[in-house]
């Protein structure tokens, strides 16, 4: 199948037209930037150029102490700049694997970061970040690294890398506050988004897939080198569950025993696991409308429902005409998209893997009765499909909270089912120690 540009090009610029004449400047200056997505390759090739001027950065200073478990980084071969590290302090109860200048420069190449004119200084909580390929490295908080090893909650939190699997339209900036949440508790931390212009321009093998085998073999090596350590897919929406399918695909592919090493799989605002064009469409249009789509707005109320299948009722509210003639023209779009001979196949294949072949690990299903974009209904479906398969499942109905909002709308209660979820069923020495 070749690039999407040029079908979705007319549908999302009469749609654009409609909601042009009707709304803000605001949201007018969001589709004039759609627009010019799919216009063509101008517009594409100054995208690209502003973000590798975007990724262009170096690092003049690494604070030692954060890098003292991180020697699966040798395997990864980056170029390095030439810079001068800091000798660490002799009194620092620093892991020998840190305290030598070429210990340092490999955990440097893990970060592949290019040259730039203006130095970045790289602190604690400061994230590693890998040009061309759309993930980021967060280490963990050095408050939360016991250096000592007499804390087994603390090593084995260490010896975990959380995947964070971004939304459709996600950026980096919006994984941030997971990513300090895990962080400030021990975890490592990848973020990974699909860029929109990936998604608009999706064909199979393309650049899309080409970042998920980039991050694949990074999460490969990192295994691979590092006994002992292990994984937590944390998902947002489809795009971030069916990601994290493509990702379980390329394992079995690769090295079956990597399934091995995912220990739990948070599943945020999803799943689906039907080619519905109404869910597309509705997905698509709250990432286009952002603010201004219906998707993003709650209802009154805020509780967690933790018995599946409670019925909730909600009066709705009526979207905007400028988005119903939006979702029209979107649904009719995917209606024909979705059975195109090898998107079908390849969502099929994708969906196949997480329905039967999931790892043996605990998973957490966070959804909402008031999502407009993931219906709760064939969330909790899927959730008595897998407690059936025989995988150990607890879910929430956060009732009230749009779709991939409930950390906003109630961080709490969010955060508790997190820490719950991870330190009882992820971590079980944690439990123990606790």
């Not at 003049?60 to 699966?72: E, G, P, V």
């Not at 302090?89 to 620093?94: A, F, G, K, V």
């Not at 409308?289 to 707005?297: G, P, Q």
């Not at 961080?411 to 009882?424: D, K, Q, V, W």
Request: charged share 20%; aromatic share 8%.
């Amino acid at each position: 199948m070749g690039s999407l540009s040029g079908i979705i090009q007319r549908p999302l610029v009469a749609a654009a037209a409609v909601i042009a004449a009707s709304v803000s400047a605001d949201v007018s200056e969001k589709f004039s930037s759609i627009r010019s997505l799919v216009r063509g390759s101008e517009s594409a090739a100054s995208v690209s150029a502003s973000v590798q001027d975007e990724r262009s950065l170096w690092v003049s200073q690494i604070s030692a102490s954060k890098l003292a478990d991180l020697s699966f980084v040798s395997r990864i071969r980056f170029p390095v700049p030439n810079v001068d590290f800091l000798a660490p302090n002799p009194s620092c109860n620093l892991a020998p694997s840190v305290t030598s200048l070429s210990a340092l420069r490999s955990v440097y190449q893990s970060a592949e970061l290019a040259k730039a004119s203006k130095p970045v200084t790289f602190t604690i909580g400061a994230s590693l970040v890998v040009p061309d390929v759309s993930y980021r490295w967060h280490l963990p908080e050095t408050s939360a690294i016991d250096l000592s090893g007499s804390s087994s909650c603390a090593s084995e939190k260490n010896r975990t890398v959380v995947v964070l699997l971004g939304w459709l339209g996600s950026k980096q900036k919006h994984l941030k506050k997971y990513a300090d949440w895990y962080t400030a508790r021990g975890y490592h931390v990848i973020t990974f988004t699909l860029p929109m212009n990936e998604i608009m321009s999706y064909q199979v093998g393309g650049k899309a897939e080409k970042n998920i085998d980039s991050l694949v073999n990074h999460l490969a090596d990192w295994l691979d080198e590092e006994q002992q350590k292990n994984l937590v897919f944390h998902t947002f929406s489809n795009t971030g569950w069916l990601t994290y399918g493509a990702i379980l695909e390329k394992f079995q592919k690769q090295d079956s025993s990597l399934m091995q090493r995912v220990k739990g799989c948070i599943v945020d605002s999803a799943p689906v696991a039907a080619a519905d064009p109404t869910v597309w469409a509705s997905g698509f249009s709250a990432a286009l409308l952002k603010k201004n789509s219906v998707a993003t707005k709650g209802s009154a109320s805020s509780s967690c429902e933790l018995n599946v299948g409670t019925q909730i009722n909600f009066s709705e509210p009526t979207p905007a005409a400028t988005e119903t003639a939006l979702l029209l023209v979107l649904e009719k779009f995917f209606a024909v998209i979705l059975n195109l001979p090898k998107v079908n196949r390849r969502l099929t294949n994708v969906v196949d893997t997480l329905s039967s072949e999931q790892p043996r690990c605990p998973q957490l299903y966070i959804y909402s009765s008031a999502d407009r974009v993931i219906p709760a209904g064939q969330v909790e479906s899927f959730i008595v499909e897998q407690r059936k398969a025989g995988h150990e499942v607890r879910a929430c109905n956060f009732i009230s909270s749009p779709h991939v909002d409930h950390f906003r709308s109630n961080p709490e209660l969010y955060t508790a089912e997190l820490n719950h979820f991870m330190e009882n069923s992820v971590l079980a020495c944690c439990n123990h120690s606790s």
